[in-house]
C-alpha cells in the first residue's frame, strides 16, 4: 500500500513540538487483551456492533443447523436456508454463526448470544453422537466422501473436491467457530466436540501420503492448516501440529520461503488463510523460516496489491502488480472476505514483532473497507467494493443470503476491540483511537477512552487503579501522522519527549487514580495514486479515505436476493467519459478543499475537478457513503490532456456497453465464482493464467450451463489464444454439436474471439431457460484453451 503521495496544505489543527524521548523502549512480543476486557463506548464502531447483533440474531439458530441434522440422519427441525445454504456450501454459516455468537458474547456479555451458543452445541454435539465417529459437518454427502478421501480416492481441482464445492474450506468453518467459542467463552462442550472432530479427521488425512495431502489442498481449504495449529496450542498434543504442518500448502508456501511473489491470477482469498497458518505454526514451532515467509506475503500484498481501503484484488482474483487497470474497470472490486483475512494476518504479525506498520494497516483497513461494509441501518453486508468510478455495492439480506463475506461479515463488526490495546507484562499499548473502556484485571488497572476520532484529531484516556502503580503508557504515533509532532499531556502539562511516525510515544510514571492522558493528532489532506503509479489517485484524510456521493441512478439489486450471484452490482456502468478527473499536481493544492461548517471530515472541492459540475464536488469518508454511486479513485490528468482523449474514451466506453447490452450469460474460465455459478463440470481438465487472463482446457471435456431465461440468445462466442495450435475439439450445445474447432496457432500473439451462429435446432432445445455448452476433445488432442465464453444476442 506504499504508493507515490502527494499533500494538499489542510493542516487544520497546529501542534506543539517535543522532546526527545530517553530509555524506555516498547516489548518485541505482545499479548491482545481478551476481547472481554474491552467494551466501545459510542462512536461509529459501537454502532456498527449493535447493528449487527440484530443481523446477526435475526437468524433461526434450527435452519443454520439443519444441514448438520440431515447429514448425521437425524430429522431436521427446519429447513435449510437458501441461496448459498443450498446450493453445495450447506452448513458454511454455522461455523461462522459460532465464531460470531462468541465474539458477540465475549465482547458485550450479551445473554442471547451465550444462550445460542449452548443451543448451537447441544445439536452438534446431539449429531456427532449419531454419526458415532467424532466427525459432524453440513456438507451433502459428507460422510461418504471423507470415506472417499481416506482411502485415496482424491478429485480436486481449485473449487471442488470429489464434486463438492469446496468442502475442505466448508468444514474449516465449522472448526474455525468452535475454536473461538473455547477460546472467547472456555465452553467446555465446544472443546469437546473439537477434539472429536480434530481425532475424525487425523484418521482420515492420516491415512494419505504427503503427495496426495498435497493433491487434495489444490482445493480450497480455508485456514485448515491453522485450525489444528490452534487444537494443537489447546490440547498440547503433538499429533495436531505435525497435522498441521503437513496440511500446508507447499504450492503457496515454498515461493514464498525464497522470497518469490507468484500470486498474480491466483483466488486470492484461498491463499490467506493458508499464509495465516504458516504464520501461526512458524509462531507456534519456532520457526522463523515459516514467519519470514508470512511476513513477505504481507508486505506484498499491502505495499503492492493494496488500495487505498486496504482491500485486494478483482473478481476475487490477485490481478498483475503492474497493472491495476481492472481495478477502475471492473464491477467485482476487492472482496471483503480477503481484508477479514488480511487484518488477521496483521494481528498475528504484530503481536508477534510489535511492529507498527501492522497496525496502520489494520487501521486504515478497519476504517475504510470494513466498517463501510455493513450498511449502517439495516446491517446489510458487503461483498465486492467496485472501485469503478461513479458504481455501488450490493447488501446482504438477513434471510435471503448467504455469501462468505455474510460469514465473515457477521464476524468483523463483532471484535472492534481486539487491538485498541496491547500489553506486555508491565506495560501497556494504546494502538487505535476509538472510544471504549479496558478492563486490565491482573493489574488493577481500568482506562477509559474518551474520543470522537477521526471526526476530532484528539483523544483523552482516564486511568483508574486499585493503587498507585509505576508502568509504561505507549502511545502509538501513526505514520499518516509526519508533518508535526504528536503531542501529549499528562494532567494538563505536557510531557517531555518524543516519538517519529510509525513509533510509540512512550510514558512512563507511578500512575495514580485519575490520571489523564491527552492526545492530539494532526491530519490533513493528501492523495494516493494506485500501486502501479497509474494515474488513478484516492484522497485521504488521516487514515480516512474519501469519496464522493454521486447519486442514486439504477442501483440494481442494492439489497440483494438469494440468486446466485446476486452480490454483484449488475446495474449499468457510467460511461467513463461522463465522470470528472482530478487536476492534481504536487504543490498545487492548497484552498482547492473547504471544510464543510456542521459536517465533520467533509470538504467541498474547488477547481480540483474537471468539468466540475454546479455545486462542486462534496467529498466525506468513503465509510458514510451507501445507497449511492461513489467513487473514490480518479483519474489524474490535464484539461487539455482530457479534451484529447474523451474521444478514444467515449469509443471505448461505447463498445464495452454494446457489448454489455449484447451479452445475456458470460462465464470466465477457471475462476472459482463464475464456474460454481454456471454449474461447471470435467473429465480431465485443467485450468491457468496466460498474459494474465485465465484459461481452462481439457483432455476429456468441461461444461458449463448459460442462461436464457428469455430466449434471446443467437450466437456464442468463446474466446481462444492465437498461437495455441494442434487442438481439436467439439462444442456441444444441450448434447447437440455446434461447431467442430481447429486451432492451429495461425492468429499469432493475441485473444481471438470466435463467433458461432446457433441453428434453430439447438435454440429450440433451450426448455427450461438454459443452455449446456460442452467442450469435448478430439481423441489424443485437448479441448481449449478458453478465456472466455459469452451468450450474445444478434445486436
Given at each position: ?62 435452519r ?5 441434522l ?19 456450501l ?61 482411502n ?50 487425523v ?9 496426495q ?6 482445493s ?18 503433538e499429533?495436531y501440529?505435525?497435522?498441521?504442518q ?91 472476505c ?25 487501521e ?34 438477513p ?21 485498541i ?27 477509559s ?32 501522522n509526519?508533518k508535526?509532532?504528536l ?14 511516525p ?9 500512575w ?6 491527552e492526545?492530539?493528532l ?52 457510467v ?19 473547504v ?68 451479452t445475456?450469460?458470460f ?35 468441461f ?11 443467437a ?10 495450435g ?8 444441450n ?10 496457432g ?14 434453430a435446432e ?8 438454459k ?9 489424443g ?15
Amino acid at each position: 500500500m506504499k504508493k507515490t503521495i502527494f499533500y494538499l496544505s489542510l493542516v487544520l489543527v497546529p501542534m506543539v513540538a517535543g522532546c526527545a524521548a530517553e530509555g524506555v523502549k516498547p516489548s518485541e512480543k505482545l499479548q491482545a487483551f481478551p476481547l472481554s476486557s474491552v467494551r466501545l463506548a459510542d462512536g461509529p464502531f459501537k454502532h456498527a456492533s449493535e447493528v449487527n447483533d440484530t443481523y446477526v440474531l435475526s437468524h433461526n439458530p434450527d435452519r443454520l443447523l439443519a444441514p448438520f441434522l440431515k447429514d448425521a440422519g437425524l430429522q431436521p427441525k427446519a429447513e435449510n436456508y437458501g441461496n448459498w445454504e443450498s446450493m453445495g456450501l450447506d452448513g458454511h454459516t454455522g461455523g461462522h454463526y459460532l465464531s460470531s455468537l462468541a465474539l458477540i458474547a465475549a465482547s458485550e456479555g450479551n445473554r442471547e448470544a451465550y444462550e445460542r451458543l449452548d443451543y448451537m452445541l447441544d445439536e452438534l454435539a446431539r449429531c456427532q453422537e449419531a454419526n458415532g465417529n467424532g466427525y459432524v459437518g453440513g456438507i451433502p454427502g459428507g460422510k461418504t466422501m471423507w470415506e472417499e478421501i481416506r482411502n485415496g480416492n482424491i478429485r480436486a481441482n481449485n473449487f471442488g473436491l470429489n464434486d463438492r464445492w469446496v468442502p475442505l474450506y466448508n468444514i474449516d468453518k465449522l472448526f474455525a467457530g468452535l475454536i473461538d467459542v473455547w477460546n472467547h467463552t472456555g465452553n467446555e462442550k465446544a472443546k469437546k466436540i473439537l477434539i472429536g472432530l480434530s481425532d475424525y479427521f487425523v484418521g482420515v488425512f492420516g491415512n494419505l501420503s504427503d503427495e496426495q495431502l498435497q493433491d487434495m489442498l489444490r482445493s480450497e481449504h480455508g485456514g485448515l492448516n491453522k485450525d489444528f495449529a490452534d487444537v494443537f496450542q489447546i490440547t498440547g498434543d503433538e499429533r495436531y501440529m505435525v497435522m498441521a504442518q503437513r496440511l500446508s500448502h507447499k504450492f503457496i508456501l515454498d515461493p514464498l520461503l525464497q522470497g518469490e511473489d507468484r500470486l498474480s491470477g491466483l483466488h486470492a482469498n484461498t491463499q490467506i488463510p493458508k499464509v495465516i497458518g504458516f504464520m501461526t505454526i512458524g509462531e507456534m514451532s519456532g520457526n522463523e523460516d515459516w514467519k519470514r515467509a508470512a511476513d513477505f506475503f504481507w508486505h506484498t500484498v499491502v505495499n503492492n496489491r493494496s488500495i487505498s481501503i486496504g482491500g485486494n484484488s478483482t473478481y476475487e482474483h490477485f490481478h498483475p502488480a503492474d497493472d491495476f487497470s481492472s481495478m477502475v474497470d471492473s464491477r467485482q472490486g476487492p472482496e471483503t472476505c480477503n481484508t477479514y483475512n488480511m487484518l488477521k494476518l496483521s494481528r498475528a504479525l504484530y503481536l508477534s514483532s510489535g511492529n507498527l506498520e501492522y497496525i496502520d494497516y489494520y487501521e486504515r483497513a478497519m476504517y475504510n473497507h470494513i466498517l463501510s461494509s455493513q450498511h449502517p441501518e439495516h446491517g446489510g453486508l458487503v461483498y465486492f467494493t467496485p472501485m469503478r468510478p461513479q458504481h455501488y455495492r450490493v447488501y446482504s439480506n438477513p434471510g435471503e443470503t448467504f455469501w462468505c463475506c455474510v460469514g465473515s461479515g457477521i464476524e468483523n463488526h463483532a471484535k472492534y476491540g481486539e487491538l485498541i490495546y496491547a500489553h506486555d507484562r508491565e506495560n501497556l499499548y494504546v494502538n487505535l483511537f476509538i472510544s471504549s473502556e479496558l478492563i486490565w484485571a491482573e493489574k488493577g488497572v481500568k482506562v477509559s477512552q474518551e474520543t470522537w476520532f477521526p471526526e476530532d484529531a484528539k483523544s483523552t484516556l482516564t486511568i483508574n487503579l486499585e493503587q498507585p502503580s509505576e508502568f509504561t503508557v505507549f502511545v502509538r504515533h501513526p505514520r499518516w501522522n509526519d508533518k508535526a509532532p504528536l503531542t501529549v499531556k499528562v494532567n494538563g502539562r505536557k510531557v517531555r519527549g518524543s516519538s517519529a511516525p510509525g513509533e510509540y510515544f512512550a510514558v512512563t510514571r507511578e500512575w495514580k487514580d485519575g490520571d489523564k492522558i491527552e492526545i492530539s493528532l494532526d491530519m490533513y489532506a493528501y492523495g494516493e495514486y494506485l500501486p502501479d503509479n497509474s494515474p488513478y489517485m484516492s484522497i485521504l484524510y488521516g487514515p480516512v479515505v474519501l469519496a464522493s456521493s454521486d447519486g442514486d441512478y439504477r442501483l440494481d439489486g442494492l439489497v440483494a436476493d438469494g440468486s446466485r450471484m446476486g452480490h454483484v452490482a449488475h446495474g449499468p456502468l457510467v460511461s467513463r467519459e461522463d465522470v470528472p478527473v482530478m487536476l492534481a499536481s504536487e504543490g498545487d493544492w492548497d484552498g482547492k478543499l473547504v471544510p464543510v461548517e456542521g459536517s465533520p471530515l467533509t470538504f467541498k472541492a474547488s477547481g480540483l475537478f474537471y468539468p466540475e459540475p454546479e455545486g462542486g464536488i462534496e467529498l466525506m469518508p468513503f465509510y458514510r457513503v451507501h445507497d449511492a454511486r461513489y467513487t473514490v479513485y480518479w483519474n489524474v490528468t490535464t484539461k487539455e490532456e482530457f479534451d484529447t482523449m474523451k474521444a478514444e474514451i467515449e469509443e471505448r466506453e461505447k463498445a464495452l456497453q454494446a457489448l454489455e447490452t449484447a451479452t445475456i450469460d458470460f462465464v470466465q474460465p477457471g475462476q472459482q465464482q463464475p464456474e460454481t455459478e454456471h454449474n461447471f463440470k470435467s473429465m480431465d481438465s485443467e485450468n491457468g493464467v496466460h498474459q494474465d487472463r485465465h484459461w481452462r482446457h481439457a483432455r476429456g471435456w468441461f461444461s458449463y450451463e448459460l442462461k436464457d431465461s428469455d430466449k434471446e440468445a443467437a450466437i456464442l462466442r468463446i474466446t481462444c489464444f492465437g498461437q495455441d495450435g494442434g487442438r481439436n475439439f467439439d462444442i456441444l450445445m444441450n448434447g447437440k454439436l455446434l461447431a467442430t474447432v481447429n486451432l492451429d496457432g495461425s492468429k499469432g500473439d493475441t485473444f481471438v474471439d470466435m463467433d458461432f451462429e446457433i441453428p434453430a435446432e439447438i435454440l429450440a432445445s433451450n426448455k427450461d431457460g438454459k443452455f449446456e455448452v460442452k467442450f469435448v476433445a478430439h481423441p489424443g488432442s485437448i479441448a481449449g484453451g478458453i478465456f472466455g465464453v459469452r451468450l450474445m444476442r444478434n445486436n
